[in-house]
Structure formats: C-alpha cells, structure tokens
C-alpha cells in the first residue's frame, strides 16, 4: 500500500507513514517500501489487526486464542536502501483455556506468513 502523504502538509518532510500488507520470508523478513529518495534511516511498525483467530467451525464465532506479530528494525538493504525492512515474530496462544496466563505463550519467528498487515512510520531523505 502506498505512503501516506498527508503528514507532508505539515511540515514531515524526513517521515512516511502507511499500512503494508505483505508475506514474510522464510527468515521472518517483510520489506516495506518508503519511496524516500536515498534511504531509510529508522522504522517502526506494529500489528494494525486485533490478532483474533476464527473458530474453524464457526467462522463467526472468535475462539479467543490470539496471535499477535510484533517486528524489529533490520539493517538497510544496501542495493534497495529505500525500503524499510523488519524481523517479524509471532507471539501466539497455545490454547482457549490457558489464555489467561503468560505461560501459554510461545515467541517465534514468523517464517513464511502471508497477509502480515503492520501499520509503520519511517525516518530518511
């Protein structure tokens, strides 16, 4: 999806914003282009969806057991410096009944997710 332009209006000329949508790699990268002119110096993104997961029985029906992406910013890409990149990981719910507790949590490395949606804003010229 495209840069949010409307930030410029005041003033934001070293900042885009926007929403990505886009499938990480098997290492857990997903790019975002920035459509800076010479690179990209710092990003941030974050999960822009509720993370609820859908009853397979009903699809109506929310099961409550949530996972959750959150990123980091990864070194520039030399040969696309314009493009922002982040190490995407998934924080996932074991199960309904042990939601409720922290230990039923498990971190890992989002290889190979598709529809990864993150709202980001990024710093560069």
């Given at each position: 999806m495209p840069?949010?332009?409307k930030l410029k209006a005041f003033g934001f000329v070293y900042?885009?914003?926007?929403?990505?949508?886009?499938?990480?790699?098997?290492?857990?990268v997903l790019t975002v282009p920035t459509f800076f002119g010479n690179r990209v110096v710092y990003a941030i993104a974050s999960r822009s969806l509720n993370?609820?997961?859908?009853?397979?029985?009903?699809?109506?029906?929310?099961t409550g057991v949530g996972t959750f992406v959150w990123c980091r910013q990864i070194t520039v890409n030399p040969t696309n410096p314009t493009t922002a990149r982040f190490r995407?990981?998934?924080s996932a719910t074991i199960s309904?009944?042990?939601?409720v507790t922290t230990?039923?949590?498990?971190?890992t490395l989002a290889t190979a997710i598709t529809a990864v949606q993150v709202d980001w804003l990024a710093f560069g010229y």
């Open positions: 840069a949010d332009n900042g885009q914003s926007g929403t990505a949508r886009g499938t990480t790699t098997s290492s857990g993370g609820l997961r859908n009853n397979n029985a009903d699809p109506a029906a929310n995407v990981y998934r309904a009944a042990s939601a230990l039923s949590r498990k971190e």
